[in-house]
């Protein structure tokens, strides 16, 4: 694998209208802006409200959901991973509305044994259809300080973005872009679902490492997952026509030619699946719209 982009570009200086500036944004506070939701004492709002820790054990993980709901946005998150032999957990950030026909845009952080990287899991969900998969491995280690994971939401577009802290500064790397396609494909875009923003520590081990293959070490037991810095900018209406016009600068910003480079720097190095690629799965051809990506 390449050892880096061939730029590094700040992450609070890159062209994007701010999108990749995370940590020149001001945080909430736990307290003010979400529901520790379950979990039975698992979730702990700490420091004020500036830190909350979710923890998982044989018993239940543990997770939270904003106050608000937001139909478009820019949603932050700092998050520092589960440390050492984390195989089987699963470490979320993500956004949803609720019922059988939701909208969902997820960031999953797939545990691994020590030393091997974290499996990076993203995933769209359109009126109840997900299905949409892109993973990626880590190139860095996530669990070694707090690392910035964005969502930018709008009509035209969603984008993952990892802002990876270093010494000096941050730098930032979008990751994945999926395009409002619905008037070529037909295939529904997110645009009238408001959805809140959830974070949760569970128990996957029949699944997330390497397939199940390698099963968690409950004797290592609580699993924490830290998380600060939640920096939601979104229209906070119910209704979708308002929303639709809304003048929040994270309507109308796209990606330069500088982050699309490095986000083809991530997909061509360290994207280990995407389900538009899949043929077995797909054997009578891939979903409309990859064939527009």
């Known amino acids: 694998m390449a050892s880096g982009p061939s730029r590094t570009v700040p ?20 307290y003010q802006d979400v529901d520790i939701t379950w979990g039975d004492g698992r979730g702990k709002i700490l420091g ?9 054990d044989r018993a239940s993980g543990s997770g939270f959901q904003s106050k608000n709901q937001y139909l478009y946005g820019r949603f932050d998150m700092q998050i520092k991973l589960v440390p050492g032999d984390s195989a089987g957990t699963v470490a979320t950030f993500y956004l949803s509305s609720q019922g059988s026909a939701h909208d969902e845009i997820d960031f999953e952080f797939l545990g691994n044994a020590s030393g091997q990287p974290y499996t990076v899991h993203t995933n769209v969900y359109s009126q109840g259809k997900g299905g949409r998969e892109q993973q990626f491995r880590m190139w860095f280690d996530p669990t070694a300080d707090f690392h910035t994971y964005s969502v930018l939401w709008n009509p035209t ?6 802002c990876r ?11 994945r872009e999926h395009r409002n396609r619905e008037a070529a494909t037909g295939v529904p875009y997110l645009r009238s679902q408001a959805m809140r923003v959830y974070a949760s ?3 996957a ?3 997330a490492t390497q397939g199940g293959r390698v099963r968690t070490d409950w004797s290592r037991a609580p699993f924490v997952a830290s998380y600060k810095g939640l920096a939601a900018s979104g229209c906070a209406s119910q209704d979708a026509a308002a929303c639709a016009n809304s003048n929040g600068a994270w309507m109308y910003q796209e990606l330069d030619a500088t982050a699309l480079d490095r986000l083809q720097w991530v997909q061509k190095n360290y994207m280990i699946y995407n389900y538009c690629t899949d043929t077995w799965r797909f054997k009578d051809g891939a979903p409309p719209e990859c064939a527009s990506k």
């Open 11 to 30: 992450c609070s200086v890159l062209p994007l209208l701010l999108l990749l500036a995370g940590v020149a944004r001001a945080a909430g506070n736990f």
């Open 165 to 175: 802290r270093r010494r000096f500064y941050v730098d930032g790397t979008p990751i």
């Open 157 to 162: 577009h969603i984008l993952y973005v990892v």
């Open 205 to 207: 081990e029949e699944w």
């Open 201 to 203: 520590v569970w128990d």
């Open 48 to 56: 004020g409200g500036d830190l909350l820790t979710l923890s998982l």
